[in-house]
């Protein structure tokens, strides 16, 4: 099955620093990849909708400007977490949905973020 | 915009009997697909099951099942002969069928945590 990965899968951090995560496709091309947030018990939201070679499609209320999305290529997407806070402090997943019409997404194994 | 709601909080089920989690929909579209996932503490999202919103024939995964009623825009997941390995957050989730970038999303419900027991 596809394989999509994430990197790093825990990172902390302190109050006011960037931090990177990528999420990469493994053995297929992604035109389409997808970032969500989870927050402990709760649901998975999407924060935004990353397009290779495109600006991606934030949702409403997520700051473009503080989580920069860049999808140089169709196996590597990364989501950067500017001028972090305590607040940001959760688990951030991605998705990858395989370019050509398979309408599955596979996902991440997710990347916890604490900022101290 | 479309809504997933799953009002069961917390299940729990004995060991090899059924049990079934509920989910219900709110979407003006026509056509569309439903899923469910699994996510066990691990975090990793798992697929467990989709459905096509044109078929009416209701999806069917070895154990698991489930009973898609489009005008009533339920669709309920039946597990079956429970284990101890199904214990999990299980999410039901919508995704629009028209093709193009954003449309793609997953809108997933708050989730159900299924505890089996032995």
């Known amino acids: 099955g596809a394989v999509v990965s994430q990197h790093p899968s825990r990172v902390i951090c302190k109050s006011g620093t960037s931090v990177k995560i990528e999420c990469r496709s493994l053995d297929f091309q992604a035109t389409t990849m997808f970032w969500y947030r989870q927050f402990p018990k709760q649901s998975l939201m999407l924060m935004a909708t990353s397009n290779e070679g495109s600006k991606a499609t934030y949702e409403q209320g997520v700051e473009k400007d503080k989580f920069l999305i860049n999808h140089a290529s169709l196996t590597l997407s990364t989501l950067t977490v500017t001028s972090a806070h305590p607040e940001d402090s959760s688990f951030y997943i991605c998705?990858?949905?395989?370019?050509?019409?398979?309408?599955?997404?596979?996902f991440g194994p997710g990347t916890r973020l604490t900022v101290l | 915009a479309q809504t997933v709601t799953q009002s069961q909080p917390e299940m729990s089920v004995q060991e090899a009997e059924t049990v079934t989690l509920s989910c219900t929909y709110d979407t003006s579209e026509s056509d569309y697909y439903l899923f469910w996932y699994k996510q066990p503490p691990s975090r990793q999202m798992i697929l467990v099951i989709r459905?096509?919103?044109?078929?009416?024939q209701n999806a069917t995964e070895n154990r698991f099942s489930v009973n898609f009623q489009k005008a009533a825009k339920s669709f309920s997941l039946k597990i079956s002969d429970s284990q101890l390995g199904d214990a999990a957050m299980y999410f039901c989730a919508y995704r629009s069928a028209y093709s193009g970038g954003s449309n793609y999303k997953l809108t997933f419900g708050k989730g159900t945590l299924l505890t089996v027991n032995p």
């Open positions: 459905q096509e919103a044109y078929k009416q």
């Open positions: 998705s990858a949905k395989i370019a050509g019409g398979r309408n599955e997404q596979f």
